[in-house]
């Protein structure tokens, strides 16, 4: 699976919109991007994933580059709760999703504090 | 029901001890994970079950044992363990046939071993 880079943390003030970019030039065409977060003390929370067209959803948005070496989450106005550390993973979808699963590797994350 | 259940929460346990760590869910997803989480570290796959059999070990130790005996629960065993083990172990779901092959996480189960 393609490796990724992120930030080991960032701020962002509460109302504005959080960026959270992530690096993974060696994605092969096949690989979605997965964004998970996990807030202090719970368990990992999915957010969104895509393969190459931008997606949206009732949690946040993700802006992949043309050429899918790197891609943005985005969450349009961040609260005090999304303080978290987020995780962006590149997997390849199983050939067979009937019959295998996603071995989601998590990386290091990046570590996001929203301040009022 | 769109949970995955772990028990106990926190459990203190000796290195010659037996216990075990649970995990259900109830939304008809037939894979089944277990993580571990060291702090300051992100999750790391242990084990993975797809319909009710073992389809991945991460190369895992022995005195860590894990069991689905039906497609709503995964557990873990646990023996003989090392104060190194101590951390907070995930356990996760999700459908298969989908597609779509997005993990539902549980709170944990924050292991010490003293």
């Known amino acids: 699976d393609a490796k990724t880079t992120q930030p080991t943390s960032m701020d962002c003030a509460e109302g504005r919109a959080a960026n959270l970019p992530c690096n993974h030039s060696?994605?092969?065409?096949?690989?979605?991007v997965y964004w998970y977060r996990q807030i202090h003390s719970q368990g990992p929370q999915y957010i969104i994933h895509?393969?190459?067209n931008n997606e949206t959803n009732e949690m946040a948005s993700l802006i992949i580059t043309e050429d899918r070496k790197s891609s943005t989450l985005i969450l349009p106005h961040a609260t005090l709760r999304d303080t978290a550390v987020y995780y962006c993973?590149?997997?390849?979808?199983?050939?067979?999703?009937?019959?295998?699963?996603?071995?989601?590797?998590f990386g290091t994350g990046t570590r996001l504090q929203v301040f009022p | 029901d769109t949970e995955v259940t772990q028990t106990p929460k926190h459990l203190v346990m000796g290195m010659t001890n037996k216990k075990s760590l649970k995990c259900e869910q109830h939304?008809?997803?037939?894979?089944m994970y277990w993580y571990k989480q060291k702090a300051k570290k992100p999750p790391e796959l242990m084990f993975v079950?797809?319909?009710?059999?073992?389809?991945i070990n991460e190369s895992v130790p022995s005195r860590f044992s894990p069991e689905c005996p039906n497609s709503s629960l995964l557990n873990l065993h646990l023996h003989a363990l090392q104060p190194e083990d101590s951390a907070l172990y995930l356990c996760?779901?999700?459908?298969?046939?989908?597609?779509?092959?997005?993990?539902?996480f549980g709170a944990g189960s924050r292991l010490t071993v003293l």
């Open positions: 996760a779901s999700s459908p298969l046939g989908t597609g779509k092959n997005v993990l539902t």
């Open positions: 060696t994605i092969s065409g096949n690989e979605y």
């Open positions: 895509g393969l190459k």
């Open positions: 993973i590149v997997r390849v979808r199983p050939r067979l999703p009937i019959y295998n699963t996603d071995k989601l590797i």
């Open positions: 939304m008809g997803h037939r894979a």
């Open positions: 079950y797809s319909y009710e059999k073992l389809s």
